[in-house]
């Protein structure tokens, strides 16, 4: 399905971002698997897709430096001639109180998650455009369309994301470029499984199918996005949530 096709997932070594690049790979994509920090888990997401027979190059960048994913985005169009895919899935949380919550922790989330995603998007949209083709897949929250206690920081950045795709989406469309969010719920990563266990019940009682997803849950709905078959879906938001914000 997306056969000859250039994707790169940020954040791509663990959890959601994981689960993108290897499903996006086993659909004929070529996957650059960028990551911030150590290289080893992004390296073994390398690894599981060329042993499947897959294509697959591990960059290291920073998002929410805006020069640093200038470079990022030129070296991938420096190694693979093209860039046809872009999720943006990058993020971090720095939860607590709004009225406790310090400047560093606000910031450090919103330059991340918000700005890390505007910064790629400024990049690999030269690109798109001079193809005149592309598809953009931005992973904003079930926190940014409802909000969240505590997520003050987090829903302000995946609220800003839905804001940010509906823009790009406008502004792009005339080049044949798509842009569209999707909102996961509760997903079993890493970042779920250190939940309190009262914390998790409470979750799942406000999830109208009762359980959390799975990251490939989320992959599914992101190889969708990035092919043909959505090729007359621009500027939405997927909520792959078990109904959470119905």
Known sequence: MLEGKVAVVTGASRGIGRAVALKL?????AVV????????????????????????????????????????IKEVISEFGR??????NAGITR???LMRMSE??????????????FNCIRFASRQMMKQR?????????????LGNAGQANYSASKAGVIGLTKSAARELASRGITVNAIAPGFINTEMTQDLPEKVKEGAVAQIPLGSFGE??????????????KARYITGQ???????MAM
């Open 25 to 29: 790979a086993s659909e004929g994509a």
């Open 33 to 72: 698997i960028n990551y911030n920090g150590s290289a080893d888990r992004a390296e073994e997401v390398k690894s599981e897709i060329e042993k499947n027979g897959g294509k697959a190059a591990v960059m290291q960048c920073n998002v929410s430096d805006f020069q640093a994913c200038e470079n990022f």
């Open 83 to 88: 860039l046809d895919i872009l999720v943006n």
């Open 95 to 97: 939860d607590g109180l």
């Open 104 to 117: 560093e922790d606000f910031d450090a989330v919103v330059d991340t998650n918000l700005k890390g995603t």
């Open 133 to 145: 083709c592309g598809r953009i897949i931005n992973l904003s929250s079930v926190s940014g369309v």
């Open 215 to 228: 990251p490939e849950d989320i992959a599914e709905a992101a190889a969708f996005l990035a092919s043909d």
């Open 237 to 243: 938001v997927l909520c792959v949530d078990g109904g």
